[in-house]
T-cell receptor
Framework: GEDVEQSLFLSVREGDSSVINCTYT??????LYWYKQEPGAGLQLLTY?????DMKQDQRLTVLLNKKDKHLSLRIADTQTGDSAIYFC????????FGTGTRLTVIP | DTEVTQTPKHLVMGMTNKKSLKCEQH?????MYWYKQKAKKPPELMFVYSYEKLSINESVPSRFSPECPNSSLLNLHLHALQPEDSALYLC????????????FGSGTRLTVV
């Protein structure tokens, strides 16, 4: 598998933007993904980006990809309390490997 | 149907028990996966089935035995587990490869006593 690193915790106030960062080592992934996991639940695919793109916007979500620096980020605009969860970036050429996860806490 | 269904949702078993986890999908996906997730950790890949054949075993102990009876079903047979095997076991499916991401089930929370 590859090494995929994320910062462990992020706290933001409701209505602010959240930015979750991810760095990875293996650049052979065709797609890179963001998954959301709520307490006690499985993983929900939020969005993904093709490796030859540098940005993708999907409603409140913006994904930025810097292939040169092997850095991926997820920006959530107008963060809501329902966005509180753990966010995993994931990638892999043949099978999916996950980052360490970032726990996002939204303060009302 | 765009879901992966896992049963049971919770399972408590003794170290001498034999039990099975079940996973089902009807999306026509030809690849299915078992992941293990310990608390506060990311999911770790255990097994990959592609076209009903085991293609990857990530050095998983033999007390975990996967089975793919057909293209819609994936089982994980458990025998003589240890307390450290307690975790959330996640099943996923995909079109072959990672292009479209994986669809995950909600998991089976296993406790070994």
């Amino acid at each position: 598998g590859e090494d995929v690193e994320q910062s462990l915790f992020l706290s933001v106030r409701e209505g602010d933007s959240s930015v979750i960062n991810c760095t990875y080592t293996d650049s052979s992934s065709t797609y890179l993904y963001w998954y959301k996991q709520e307490p006690g639940a499985g993983l929900q695919l939020l969005t993904y980006i093709f490796s030859n793109m540098d940005m993708k916007q999907d409603q409140r979500l913006t994904v930025l990809l810097n292939k040169k620096d092997k850095h991926l980020s997820l920006r959530i605009a107008d963060t809501q309390t329902g966005d509180s969860a753990i966010y995993f970036c994931a990638g892999g050429a043949n099978n999916l490997f996950f980052g360490t996860g970032t726990r996002l806490t939204v303060i009302p | 149907d765009t879901e992966v269904t896992q049963t049971p949702k919770h399972l408590v078993m003794g170290m001498t028990n034999k039990k099975s986890l079940k996973c089902e999908q009807h999306m026509g996906h030809r690849a299915m996966y078992w992941y293990k997730q310990k608390a506060k950790k990311p999911p770790e890949l255990m097994f990959v089935y592609s076209y009903e054949k085991l293609s990857i075993n990530e050095s998983v102990p033999s007390r975990f035995s996967p089975e793919c009876p057909n293209s819609s079903l994936l089982n994980l047979h458990l025998h003589a587990l240890q307390p450290e095997d307690s975790a959330l076991y996640l099943c996923a499916s995909s079109q072959e490869g990672t292009e479209y991401g994986y669809t995950f089930g909600s998991g089976t929370r296993l406790t070994v006593v």
